[in-house]
């Protein structure tokens, strides 16, 4: 797990970092079972930043926690292929998995409160999030520490690393927490909302810090947000969720540009956007309410709030192929993204 | 709900050097500290409009708000609705004209009552009508605010986030008050839910000729409610005026930092280098002078002195006009701009 | 989402993870409150139906039958399945009015102690600054005093008597009342309904008693359960050291206190009693960790 076999392995031909088919991940509540994730596919390729979007309860923050293996134990998790970088995540031994983790996967929390221990210094977290891993001294795992907190723009590094998490501002530990994460020079940071309880000028900050550190390290990001003004600026490729399906993937430019499912149409409509939607005017609001995951979905779970929904959408939609590399899971994929339709849709994008 | 006496005024609100200030700590053994929440703010809102209140956490937002509408008393300066200063007023003649509508719907509904409970109780309290015109008045603001008529019976915890928020919107217009504080009423809320919500506000604001004060984080949805916005830094107002000013011709460093920082769904553009310090101020230490002076991409030595007083700027249209803040008329007031160099 | 992960993080922390453990961890817990219930409610029927269910007046005398064993003994009869106390008073009619003064105790000066530890205790929590300065001095000088010492000096001074341990008692217990009232409606203070019924200009009590107290009621009803039970020993303890319950009363710690001389000889004169004062206490203590899972958060479901 050193840095040597890291970058040994970055420069190996290209199959994707991690690749994900049909994950399922089901939790026990007290009226049933709910699917939290229902059979989803993607793929991240090293050094891309990959966003997860969508609403609360659409199984983003689940899907992360399983690719972790950070799941309470309830939860049953079931894939036809779980594998990072030839790894097979759903066989791997407990023991190897927590060496993964920290070592070769980092997660970022929302809250980095909650993600550092407030008995500790700082200094003393990062050094003991690397010495866990690797067989470095402490003086080196000191060095390592102050080089990446001068990094991610902390200033009087030095001095910070005597502090405790409470003394920090929101902004400064959520530098501390990708400080942390880099550590051990990760391939893949899952990164759970980072810069949502931040405010606006501090989440440019660390957006553009993170985007910065994620193309000089060449590591992978999952960045997984609700905010479609987030994934737009610092997004490679985009996996829109909704009722614990991948719904659409595309690269970035072509999601906003040319969405195919109805579901990422109505997102981008409702959002209001400067110089687009006429101040004052109604929103394209989508109507009613994600379905219940512990009922049965039937069909496209989408459906009932779709503007566009016909007889054919009582029966579950195949992901469909419309352009290279983008893929959505409506029969009406192709119509929806034909240029026709995409000038009406300009209009109020 | 004398509208006809009040509507003469044609400010719904006005803010006149408003301060509200907290001891912190303080006891036996520590020396207490002086957090200026909200520190000389002075704001006009003319009758149907929306004011946007923008400004970063601890900005001293959501204390205004609670000075507003009679929770805490201010420290200094004075509140006046409909041209009625609300200090010493009774809390009860208050709440006729000024309600609520807050950020979590989770927390701002009594989980151990039914709907129409929570949104009969303004009427109960304000003993308006009979039990039976109460409960009718109930069923008519449920249908107003798009919920059906079986969710009377229900209780917060059977609700989503949307439908919470349609109740507590319920609640705050029953008695058909004046002004709204609306405070981050869409930030715990998705997009799709945010969006049906914002329509909402802006129907009712029609229906009923409300006036909001609109208080967020999320510039894109003040732009597309507010028509004048006021940006508030560390518990001063920094820069006042109209939507399009605001957003089109930014004079204030920070909310021109604001703007950038702002992401619109636009790829290709990256994130923005918006050039501020990484360090966000303490509250209780606020700097000198200037209180963005650390943090200002053009600040000069004279900032960290004297503090800027926050004065109408000439425009370009009409310098005559410039003077018109004292006559209260909504298309006189010009921009306010509290920075050295604007 | 915030929603959606709050309960898996919540299971993370339990120590019995797997699904078979938890599901007889929850019945055990459910189970729990039942078999509370059941034995308190039996108990409550028998002291309500003391006279007639009693067998024989647990004040008469009668000296030529003292000490007569209980059924079990070969020398025991049906007359008085319990035996006789050393005046030849039947012991299982004592017993049976016993749990009239025990439970009568019980909930006055939970009753007591709740309405005066609940007022304290919202009012600071609900008000803060002086009032909650007030209050924790209060509460730092009642935790000072030892409770069994206090009351048994105030006892010795003002004569032992039930009305007098009641009240003792009920002055003495509120503390529990007041720091669970407090640390609940400080956490509710803030919350945003009862801002809005601040803003609505509903009157004080009306905010104290219908948006406040509802929410925090679940924590008290735990904690008075417990000072029940807490109130029944303390009761028993002070009647045993003479300066609670007076004779001829038949409380069940005064019938421990006149045992006691016999206890080498005849012990079931004490087991007994003590018998009967553990399945109280341990009935009342099952139904107070029952309501308490009741209250948790997550199991609230309305």
């Given at each position: ?349 | ?70 929770l ?30 807050f950020?979590d719907p989770y927390s701002s509904l009594n989980p151990r009552q039914r709907i129409e409970q929570i949104v009969g109780l303004p009427l109960r309290i ?5 039990a039976?015109?109460q409960?009718?008045?109930v ?12 969710a009377a019976q229900q209780y917060p915890g059977q609700m989503?986030?949307?439908?919470r928020?349609?109740v507590a919107?319920a609640r ?171 | ?32 409150l ?76 939970a009753l007591?102690s709740g309405l005066i530890g609940t007022t304290l205790g919202v009012l600071a929590g609900y008000f803060g ?45 509120w503390?529990r009342f007041a720091v669970v009232a407090r640390s609940a409606t400080q956490q509710l203070r803030d919350a945003e309904y009862v801002q809005a019924a601040q803003a609505l200009g509903c009157p004080l009590p009306y905010i104290l008693l219908r948006e406040v107290l509802p929410n925090i009621a679940g924590a008290l009803i735990v904690v008075a359960t417990l000072e029940v ?58 139904l107070g960790?029952g309501l308490r899972d009741l209250s948790a958060p997550g199991g609230r479901n309305e």
């Amino acid at each position: 797990m050193n840095n040597l076999s890291s970058t040994e392995r970055s420069t190996a031909p290209a199959s994707p970092l991690l690749s994900v088919k049909q994950l399922r991940v089901d939790l026990p509540v007290a009226k049933g079972t709910l699917h939290a994730v229902r059979g989803i596919d993607f793929h991240v390729e090293r050094g891309e930043m990959l966003c997860l979007v969508g609403e609360s309860g659409c199984g983003k923050s689940m899907t992360s926690l399983a690719l972790m293996g950070l799941l309470p134990r309830k939860a049953q998790v079931n894939a036809d292929c779980l594998n990072f970088d030839g790894v097979d995540l759903l066989t791997v031994p407990e023991r190897e998995r927590s060496n993964l983790r920290g070592a070769r996967m980092a997660m970022i929390f929302q809250e980095p409160m909650t993600a550092l221990n407030p008995a500790y210094t700082l200094g003393n977290q990062l050094c003991e999030a690397l010495r866990r891993h690797q067989q470095v001294s402490r003086k080196a795992a000191h060095d390592r520490a102050l080089y990446l907190l001068k990094r991610v723009g902390i200033s009087a590094a030095e001095e910070r690393m005597r502090q405790y998490p409470h003394q920090l501002s929101g902004g400064l530990r959520q530098r501390v927490m990708i400080a942390m994460a880099l550590m051990c020079e990760p391939d893949l940071i899952i990164a759970d909302e980072p810069t949502t309880a931040l405010d606006v000028t501090i989440q440019a900050q660390i957006l553009h810090l993170l985007r910065d550190l994620q193309q000089e390290f060449g590591t992978a990001v999952i960045f997984i947000t609700h905010d479609l003004g987030v994934v737009a600026r610092i997004a490679d490729r985009v996996a829109v969720m909704y009722a614990g399906e991948v719904i659409e993937t595309a690269s970035a430019q072509a999601l906003f540009q040319a969405p195919s499912h109805p579901y990422t149409q109505g997102l981008l409509r409702c959002i209001p956007t400067p110089g687009k939607t006429l101040p004052g005017s109604r929103l394209q609001a989508i109507p009613g309410v994600v379905p219940n995951l512990v009922e049965k979905v039937d069909g496209c779970a989408f459906c009932n709030r779709c503007d566009q929904a016909a007889e054919l959408c009582r029966t579950t939609p195949p992901l469909q192929t419309v352009a290279d590399g983008h893929l959505s899971r409506c029969h009406f994929a192709h119509q929806l993204s034909n240029p026709a339709q995409l000038n009406a849709q300009e209009v109020t994008l | 709900m004398n509208s006809a006496a009040s509507s003469r005024d044609p400010l719904a609100l006005e803010l006149c050097a408003l301060s509200k200030t907290f001891k912190l700590g303080g006891g036996m053994l520590h020396k207490s500290r002086t957090l200026k929440a909200v520190n000389d703010v002075s704001l006009r809102v003319p009758r149907g409009q929306v004011m946007g209140l923008v400004g970063e956490s601890g900005c001293g937002k959501s204390t205004l708000a609670k000075v507003l509408l009679g929770l805490t008393p201010p420290s200094a300066g004075d509140v006046l609705i409909n041209g009625k200063a609300i200090v010493n007023a009774n809390q009860k003649a208050l709440a006729r004209h000024i309600q609520p509508i807050f950020q979590d719907p989770y927390s701002s509904l009594n989980p151990r009552q039914r709907i129409e409970q929570i949104v009969g109780l303004p009427l109960r309290i304000h003993a308006m009508g009979t039990a039976k015109e109460q409960a009718a008045k109930v069923d008519e603001m449920l249908e107003l605010v798009g919920l059906p008529k079986r969710a009377a019976q229900q209780y917060p915890g059977q609700m989503s986030g949307g439908q919470r928020q349609r109740v507590a919107i319920a609640r705050a217009l029953i008695m058909r008050p004046d002004l709204v504080i609306c405070d981050e009423p869409t930030s715990a809320l998705d997009v799709s839910v945010q969006a049906q919500i914002l329509n909402l506000l802006l129907d009712l604001k029609d229906e009923f000729g409300l006036t909001y004060l609109f208080i967020s984080h999320d510039l894109a949805v003040v732009e597309h409610l507010a028509d004048r916005i006021a940006v508030m830094y560390l518990g001063r107002i920094v820069e006042e005026g109209t939507r399009e000013q605001i957003f089109s011709a930014p004079r204030h460093p920070y909310t021109q930092a604001l703007l950038a920082s702002a992401l619109t769904p636009e790829p290709g553009l990256g994130v923005p280098d918006i050039g501020l310090g990484a360090g966000q101020p303490d509250p209780t230490q606020p700097p000198s002078g200037c209180a963005f002076h650390p943090r200002c991409p053009i600040a000069q030595p004279e900032c960290a002195q004297q503090a800027p007083a926050l004065s109408p700027i000439a425009q370009s249209a009409g310098p005559g006009t410039s003077q018109g803040t004292s006559q209260g008329t909504s298309q006189g007031n010009p921009t306010r701009v509290a920075c050295h160099f604007a | 989402m915030a929603q959606l992960l709050s309960s898996p993080v919540a299971a993370t922390h339990h120590p019995a993870n797997t699904w078979l453990s938890r599901l007889v961890h929850s019945t055990f817990k459910n189970r729990s409150l039942a078999i509370g219930l059941l034995i308190i409610t039996s108990l409550g029927i028998v002291a309500l139906l003391a006279p007639w269910l009693a067998p024989h007046d647990p004040y008469l005398q009668n000296t030529a039958n003292r000490m007569v064993p209980p059924i079990w003994h070969e020398t025991g009869s049906w007359t008085h399945p319990l035996g006789t106390d050393r005046l030849g008073r039947d012991y299982l009619s004592r017993l049976i009015y016993g749990t009239r003064i025990s439970l009568f105790i019980g909930l006055v000066v939970a009753l007591i102690s709740g309405l005066i530890g609940t007022t304290l205790g919202v009012l600071a929590g609900y008000f803060g600054g002086r009032v909650d300065a007030v209050v924790s001095y209060l509460l730092t000088t009642r935790l000072a005093m030892p409770v069994v010492l206090v009351a048994l000096a105030m006892a010795s001074l003002m004569g032992g008597s039930m009305l007098t341990v009641t009240l003792l008692l009920g002055l003495l217990l509120w503390d529990r009342f007041a720091v669970v009232a407090r640390s609940a409606t400080q956490q509710l203070r803030d919350a945003e309904y009862v801002q809005a019924a601040q803003a609505l200009g509903c009157p004080l009590p009306y905010i104290l008693l219908r948006e406040v107290l509802p929410n925090i009621a679940g924590a008290l009803i735990v904690v008075a359960t417990l000072e029940v039970a807490n109130a029944i020993l303390l009761e028993a303890t002070l009647s045993f050291l003479g300066m609670g319950v007076q004779p001829p009363s038949p409380s069940w710690g005064l019938m421990i206190a006149e045992g006691k001389a016999y206890m080498f000889f005849q012990p079931w004169v004490i087991t007994i009693p003590g018998s009967a004062l553990f399945v109280l206490v341990l009935a009342i203590n099952l139904l107070g960790d029952g309501l308490r899972d009741l209250s948790a958060p997550g199991g609230r479901n309305e």
